[in-house]
C-alpha cells in the first residue's frame, strides 16, 4: 500500500527553464508535507516543507504546493540549475506521537546545460 | 554544527553473516531514526527512538534486526543472519523535537551488500 506516490520516475529540463515535481498520496491523516533532495552517496537533505493549513510555501527558487482536495502537492524550481540534478522525495506526515514520515519512491532530475 | 554520522559507508557480507552499523546524531536531537532504502525505492522506517526509548518498530524485522540507543545518544542496528533481500542503504536520521520532528536530517547512509 503506496500512501505517497511519485509517478514520474525521471524529469528532464533545460537550465533556466522551471521544474515540476509532482506528488499524490492517499492518506486524508497527513498533515505536513516535506519534500528532500538526495544526490548520489548521500543522506537525503530536506529542501522545504508545507503545513495542511497551508497551500503555498516559498523559499528562493523552491515553491511547494498543496492541493488538499486532489491530495497532490508539487515542486516548482525556477529557473532550473544544473546543480538541482539530483532526486527529489516527497514525505508525509500525521500529527502524531512519532511523527512518522512516510516517502515516495523519488523523481531523478536532471538539468541539462 | 557537524551532521549525523555513520559508520561504516559500506559493507559486503554473505548471507546468514551478521553486521552492524553506527550512528551519532546531531547533538541535541532527541530523536532517533533508522531508514531502509532499498534500490529504486524511498526509504522505509525501521525504528524510531526518543531518547533512549524505542517510539516504534512496528516494521523492524525483530527476528533478524535489532537497534539500540544507549545513553539516549549513539545507536547501533544489527541483522543477524543477514538474507539477500537485505542489501540496501541504511540511513540514520536525527531530529530535534522542537521543529516538531518533521524535519529530519539524515546521515550519509550504509550501503550493505548480501551475496
Known amino acids: 500500500d503506496q500512501q505517497v506516490k511519485q509517478n514520474s520516475p525521471s524529469l528532464s529540463v533545460q537550465e533556466g527553464r522551471i521544474s515540476i515535481l509532482n506528488c499524490d498520496y492517499t492518506n486524508s491523516m497527513f498533515d505536513y508535507f516535506l519534500w528532500y533532495k538526495k544526490y548520489p552517496a548521500e543522506g537525503p537533505t530536506f529542501l522545504i516543507s508545507i503545513s495542511s493549513i497551508k497551500d503555498k510555501n516559498e523559499d528562493g527558487r523552491f515553491t511547494v504546493f498543496l492541493n488538499k482536495s486532489a491530495k497532490h502537492l508539487s515542486l516548482h524550481i525556477v529557473p532550473s540549475q544544473p546543480g538541482d540534478s539530483a532526486v527529489y522525495f516527497c514525505a508525509a506526515s500525521a500529527r502524531g506521537a512519532t511523527n512518522k514520515l512516510i516517502f515516495g519512491t523519488g523523481t531523478l532530475l536532471a538539468v541539462q546545460p | 554544527e557537524a551532521g549525523v554520522a555513520q559508520s561504516p559507508r559500506y559493507k559486503i557480507i554473505e548471507k546468514r553473516q551478521s553486521v552492524a552499523f553506527w550512528c551519532n546524531p546531531i547533538?541535541?536531537?532527541?530523536?532517533l531514526y533508522w531508514y531502509q532504502q532499498i534500490l529504486g525505492q524511498g526509504p522505509k522506517l525501521l525504528i524510531q527512538?526518543?531518547?533512549?526509548?524505542?517510539?516504534?518498530d512496528s516494521q523492524l524485522p525483530k527476528d533478524r534486526f535489532s537497534a539500540e540507543r544507549l545513553k539516549g545518544v549513539d545507536s547501533t542496528l544489527k541483522i543477524q543472519p543477514a538474507k539477500l533481500e537485505d542489501s540496501a542503504v541504511y540511513l540514520c536520521a536525527s531530529s530535534f523535537p522542537g521543529s516538531g520532528g518533521y524535519e529530519q536530517y539524515f546521515g550519509p547512509g550504509t550501503r550493505l551488500t548480501v551475496t
Open positions: 527512538f526518543q531518547n533512549n526509548g524505542v517510539v516504534d
Open positions: 547533538s541535541g536531537h532527541a530523536t
